[in-house]
């Protein structure tokens, strides 16, 4: 390579003909060119502009390849080497190809080792410890670790020192510990004895009391942080991870009480680290909310430190009620005014000691969003309704008595409250009723719990105020009048009405003509020509159709246009990585057919590979297959396979319940033993605020599964 045209060749490849996450690459060269310049601004909005196009969100594709060759020569060429070593090493990291053979993108980094190997003793400090970065990502191990430990024998930098003894790690992890034993010693660099730690670590070396000391003698330990692995951006977090990552009693005390200990440190610096590590520990243990609660009560000191951990408090919720006593004092604060700091305070409250918030929530509502969202629970379908308080309730009367100064989710919050209280909010119905012509959704939906059960006055004037919007074609308020009076007529009208326009609530409005059953007979029509082109593979056309599916079954009992239209949704999103959901919605309604969906047996089968798909795949074969031609046994791993992947663990409840103890062997209830009863939380994503209750809420319904097994075995 001649130094000085790195990009020699550069013009000679279809660059057009190559994708990246935008399509074509032919913008690609530009970049490349601009790397080289002397326009420094350039250069770094470029790699910018690579790293978004050829490692989007951690995806490789074609043009990444193609580019590997001139990025290894632009950086030996000494052209902002050390950050395109590290964009090298990124590309060759990754595992999420589209349209790219398994490891195509690091084989390409891997062929050009003889570029990059010879840059680990390179004159800048930064350019060696990120080649040492890059090349560990290669699968040329023994090629790379020789080079590594020759760099390793002669580097006295601290920050490469670290870098190489990781990449040692990465390729040879026996190797890597035995390295990092020589170098934990206390007059080692703080920033190489947190890599030898880690090295340890990831050799599965046991965890000492020696290894504790080292850890916490190395806080803070942000400052340590690796520019590359993310995933060990807060170190201590990491290796509290690491450790709980092992599922075994020991490591979990040794989490427990390396957390415990910074929590507990004097200086605010190490408890900030302590409580990042704790919201870890809490969010993939079950067993670490009552570990650190009282590790969490020491490290609340001020209202500063009060409202970092209130978050975490709050997600913790009832596990957290040790801890309610440090939440209370600030969560009361200044009612009557706004003040962020007493909302996240109350926010967590409401939702660690609902009862004891409920007063403070009434005195500050309208103050206090973040508090009544919490008390809301809004799209929350774990959270329990919140305890009825009288001075909420009036709190609540008075601000739906001025509907036009509620703003964003404040009119779905406070009915939602309302909502939850069923008859023993009966009081609120004059607002109630004056609020449906200002927001008919949310108020029609809560007068149906609301006036149910109440004297028959107070659901008459419920019925009126319904009646009166749904003559104005209210569909919301025509579906209330439905459900407490079983009038059909308003809510045909309004359907008929909304069914002819289509467009985005087309999906609501069919779920609303389902639950008509025969009575909306007269709506198939409609319903039969809101259906999508056969060619629209979209996830709301798909999802809209299922919807149309179920509502046409539901109104006709007519399974053949049913069939039809089910297994083109089946058929059109096959191949979708963004359309699963819609094949397992699909399923679910397949389902409800019953052997009218047998002739869908054959899609469903295809969908049981899918851990997302597999549980309602599962329980529509159940619903509508042959019995005898059904392996019950495969059908009970695969909804196993789906909550241990954590794709749909409730639909594995479904499934499994669906299937009945008959379908399980023992190794099956070992399986579900482990997913009830393991610390491991099963629940690992989603949204945040969420998780901890929805795996909660899952190992409570996997614990009633084993107790019915157990009794059906025994009985």
Same mark, same amino acid.
């Given at each position: 390579?001649?130094?000085?045209?790195?990009?020699?060749?550069?013009?000679?490849?279809?660059?057009?003909?190559?994708?990246?996450?935008?399509?074509?690459?032919?913008?690609?060269?530009?970049?490349?060119?601009?790397?080289?310049?002397?326009?420094?601004?350039?250069?770094?909005?470029?790699?910018?502009? @690579?790293?978004?196009?050829?490692?989007?969100?951690?995806?490789?594709?074609?043009?990444?390849?193609?580019?590997?060759?001139?990025?290894?020569?632009?950086?030996?060429?000494?052209?902002?080497?050390?950050?395109?070593?590290?964009?090298?090493?990124?590309?060759?990291?990754?595992?999420?190809?589209?349209?790219?053979?398994?490891?195509?993108?690091?084989?390409?980094?891997?062929?050009?080792?003889?570029?990059?190997?010879?840059?680990?003793?390179?004159?800048?400090?930064?350019?060696?410890?990120?080649?040492?970065?890059?090349?560990?990502?290669?699968?040329?191990?023994?090629?790379?670790?020789?080079?590594?430990?020759?760099?390793?024998?002669?580097?006295?930098?601290?920050?490469?020192?670290?870098?190489?003894?990781?990449?040692?790690?990465? @390729?040879?992890? /026996?190797?890597?510990?035995?390295?990092?034993?020589?170098?934990?010693?206390?007059?080692?660099?703080?920033?190489?004895?947190?890599?030898?730690?880690?090295?340890?670590?990831?050799?599965? &070396?046991?965890?000492?009391?020696?290894?504790?000391?080292?850890?916490?003698?190395?806080?803070?330990?942000?400052?340590?942080?690796? !520019?590359? +692995?993310?995933?060990?951006?807060?170190?201590?977090?990491?290796?509290?991870?690491?450790?709980?990552?092992? !599922?075994?009693?020991?490591?979990?005390?040794?989490?427990?009480?390396?957390?415990?200990?910074?929590?507990?440190?004097?200086?605010?610096?190490?408890?900030?680290?302590?409580?990042?590590?704790?919201?870890?520990?809490?969010?993939?243990?079950?067993?670490?909310?009552?570990?650190?609660?009282?590790?969490?009560?020491?490290?609340?000191?001020?209202?500063? =430190?009060?409202?970092?951990?209130?978050?975490?408090?709050?997600?913790?919720?009832?596990?957290?009620?040790?801890?309610?006593?440090?939440?209370?004092?600030?969560?009361?604060?200044?009612?009557? #005014?706004?003040?962020? $700091?007493?909302?996240?305070?109350?926010?967590?409250?409401?939702?660690?000691?609902?009862? /004891?918030?409920?007063? @403070?929530? =009434?005195?500050?509502?309208?103050?206090?969003?973040?508090?009544?969202?919490?008390?809301?629970?809004?799209?929350?379908?774990?959270?329990?309704?919140?305890?009825?308080?009288?001075?909420?309730?009036?709190?609540?009367?008075?601000?739906?008595?001025?509907?036009?100064? @509620?703003?964003?989710?404040?009119?779905?919050?406070?009915?939602?409250?309302? =909502?939850?209280?069923?008859?023993? &909010?009966?009081?609120?119905?004059?607002?109630?009723?004056?609020?449906?012509?200002?927001?008919?959704?949310?108020?029609?939906?809560?007068?149906?719990?609301?006036?149910?059960?109440?004297?028959?006055?107070?659901?008459?004037?419920?019925?009126?105020?319904?009646?009166?919007?749904?003559?104005?074609?209210?569909?919301?308020?025509?579906?209330?009048?439905?459900?407490?009076?079983?009038?059909?007529?308003?809510?045909?009208?309004?359907?008929?009405?909304?069914?002819?326009?289509?467009?985005?609530?087309?999906?609501?409005?069919?779920?609303?003509?389902?639950?008509?059953?025969? #009575?909306?007979?007269?709506?198939?029509?409609?319903?039969?020509?809101?259906?999508?082109?056969?060619?629209?593979?979209?996830?709301?056309?798909?999802?809209?159709?299922?919807?149309?599916?179920?509502?046409?079954?539901?109104?006709?009992?007519?399974?053949?246009?049913?069939?039809?239209?089910?297994?083109?949704?089946?058929?059109?999103?096959? /191949?979708?990585?963004?359309?699963?959901?819609?094949?397992?919605?699909?399923?679910?309604?397949?389902?409800?057919?019953?052997?009218?969906?047998?002739?869908?047996?054959?899609?469903?089968?295809?969908?049981?590979?899918?851990?997302?798909?597999?549980?309602?795949?599962?329980?529509?074969?159940?619903?509508?297959?042959?019995?005898?031609?059904? +392996?019950?046994?495969?059908?009970?791993?695969?909804?196993?396979?789906?909550?241990?992947?954590?794709?749909?663990?409730?639909?594995?409840?479904?499934?499994?319940?669906?299937?009945?103890?008959?379908?399980?062997?023992?190794? $099956?209830?070992?399986?579900?033993?482990?997913?009830?009863?393991?610390?491991?939380?099963?629940?690992?994503?989603?949204?945040?605020?969420?998780?901890?209750?929805? +795996?909660?809420?899952?190992?409570?319904?996997?614990?009633?599964?084993?107790?019915?097994?157990?009794?059906?075995?025994?009985?």
């Amino acid at each position: 390579m001649d130094p000085a045209h790195p990009l020699d060749g550069l013009d000679a490849l279809p660059w057009a003909s190559f994708s990246h996450a935008y399509g074509s690459a032919e913008d690609v060269p530009d970049a490349l060119r601009a790397l080289t310049g002397t326009d420094a601004a350039a250069a770094s909005e470029a790699l910018s502009e @690579l790293y978004g196009s050829l490692l989007h969100q951690g995806t490789v594709y074609p043009a990444s390849a193609e580019a590997v060759p001139f990025l290894a020569r632009v950086a030996a060429a000494g052209h902002h080497a050390a950050d395109v070593l590290g964009f090298l090493g990124d590309m060759a990291e990754s595992e999420d190809e589209h349209d790219v053979a398994p490891g195509g993108v690091r084989a390409s980094v891997t062929a050009q080792l003889e570029l990059l190997l010879p840059l680990l003793a390179d004159a800048e400090p930064d350019v060696r410890r990120t080649a040492a970065w890059a090349v560990s990502h290669t699968c040329a191990g023994r090629t790379v670790l020789s080079a590594l430990g020759t760099r390793w024998a002669e580097e006295t930098e601290p920050a490469v020192r670290a870098e190489v003894l990781a990449g040692i790690a990465r @390729l040879d992890p /026996q190797r890597g510990a035995a390295e990092a034993a020589s170098v934990l010693d206390p007059s080692q660099p703080a920033v190489v004895r947190l890599a030898a730690l880690f090295a340890r670590l990831d050799a599965d &070396a046991s965890w000492t009391d020696s290894l504790h000391a080292t850890m916490l003698s190395l806080l803070p330990a942000d400052s340590l942080r690796s !520019d590359f +692995d993310l995933e060990r951006g807060e170190p201590l977090a990491a290796v509290v991870e690491a450790l709980l990552g092992r !599922d075994l009693g020991r490591e979990r005390e040794a989490a427990s009480a390396l957390v415990d200990a910074a929590l507990r440190d004097d200086r605010a610096e190490v408890r900030a680290e302590g409580l990042w590590a704790a919201d870890r520990a809490c969010m993939l243990s079950r067993s670490a909310p009552q570990q650190l609660v009282e590790g969490l009560r020491a490290a609340a000191v001020d209202d500063e =430190a009060v409202v970092d951990m209130a978050s975490l408090l709050g997600r913790l919720a009832h596990a957290a009620a040790p801890a309610a006593d440090v939440l209370a004092p600030l969560a009361g604060r200044n009612p009557d #005014r706004e003040d962020d $700091h007493a909302d996240r305070a109350l926010a967590a409250f409401v939702l660690v000691a609902p009862e /004891q918030a409920a007063p @403070l929530l =009434a005195a500050g509502l309208g103050r206090r969003p973040r508090a009544l969202d919490a008390a809301t629970g809004l799209w929350d379908a774990e959270g329990a309704a919140f305890p009825f308080d009288r001075e909420l309730l009036d709190a609540v009367r008075s601000c739906l008595s001025r509907p036009a100064a @509620l703003s964003g989710n404040e009119p779905w919050q406070l009915t939602s409250l309302l =909502a939850g209280w069923g008859a023993a &909010a009966v009081a609120a119905l004059p607002e109630l009723c004056a609020a449906v012509p200002h927001f008919p959704g949310q108020a029609s939906r809560v007068l149906v719990s609301v006036a149910a059960d109440c004297a028959p006055s107070d659901r008459d004037m419920a019925v009126a105020a319904l009646r009166a919007a749904a003559q104005r074609d209210v569909l919301p308020a025509a579906k209330a009048l439905y459900d407490l009076t079983g009038d059909p007529a308003p809510l045909l009208r309004c359907l008929e009405q909304e069914l002819g326009r289509g467009g985005r609530d087309l999906r609501d409005a069919a779920r609303t003509a389902a639950a008509l059953g025969p #009575r909306g007979a007269a709506l198939a029509p409609l319903l039969r020509r809101a259906l999508s082109d056969p060619d629209q593979d979209t996830k709301p056309a798909l999802d809209a159709d299922t919807a149309l599916a179920e509502a046409l079954w539901r109104v006709t009992r007519d399974p053949e246009p049913v069939v039809a239209v089910l297994a083109s949704v089946f058929d059109r999103a096959a /191949q979708g990585q963004w359309t699963r959901w819609s094949v397992a919605r699909a399923a679910r309604t397949t389902a409800l057919l019953g052997p009218a969906g047998r002739p869908l047996t054959a899609r469903l089968e295809a969908a049981l590979d899918d851990p997302v798909q597999a549980p309602t795949a599962v329980l529509a074969l159940v619903a509508v297959a042959d019995p005898a031609a059904l +392996d019950h046994a495969a059908l009970a791993s695969a909804a196993l396979a789906s909550a241990e992947s954590d794709a749909d663990p409730v639909g594995a409840c479904d499934a499994l319940e669906a299937l009945g103890s008959a379908a399980l062997n023992d190794d $099956h209830l070992r399986r579900l033993e482990v997913l009830a009863d393991g610390d491991a939380r099963v629940v690992r994503s989603g949204v945040e605020n969420r998780i901890i209750r929805q +795996d909660e809420a899952f190992r409570d319904r996997a614990r009633a599964l084993l107790a019915t097994f157990g009794n059906t075995a025994t009985s």
